[in-house]
């Protein structure tokens, strides 16, 4: 059974910093493009970052440039999502997703077709 599953919310003060971890199961992410999302409450689901298979290239928001990091670990089956310099705006939950399709546009939701549970982050002070 293919699963992904977040960790690493929390509540952070704004200007704090966060590690989300997607770990994947029943698969061999290295394969897979993988994304992560975020949707903040009232709001649509918005793709904030990407690595893609093999090389690993990224790409990321411009919302959440030269603050987030996108990483893997292909020996962890993990993918990773530093955050720092954490505003209120930041605030939401965040997910990952993975594809072996290939993707057009990586940071589109329709993109993907496996979809972790999400975990929250909360930046406040």
């Known amino acids: 059974q293919l699963q992904l599953v977040e960790t690493g919310g929390g509540l952070v003060q704004p200007g704090g910093s966060l590690t989300l971890s997607c770990a994947a199961s029943?698969?061999?992410?290295?394969?897979?493009?993988i994304g992560w999302f975020r949707q903040a409450p009232g709001k649509e689901r918005e793709g904030v970052s990407y690595i893609s298979r093999g090389r690993g290239l990224t790409v990321y928001a411009d919302s959440v440039k030269d603050r987030f990091t996108i990483s893997k670990d292909n020996a962890k089956n993990t993918v990773y999502l530093q955050m720092n310099s954490l505003k209120p705006e930041d605030t939401a939950d965040f997910y990952c997703a993975a594809t072996n399709r290939g993707v057009g546009d990586p940071l589109q939701a329709y993109e993907y077709d496996y979809w972790g549970q999400g975990t929250q982050v909360t930046v406040s002070s």
């Open positions: 029943g698969f061999t992410l290295e394969y897979y493009d």
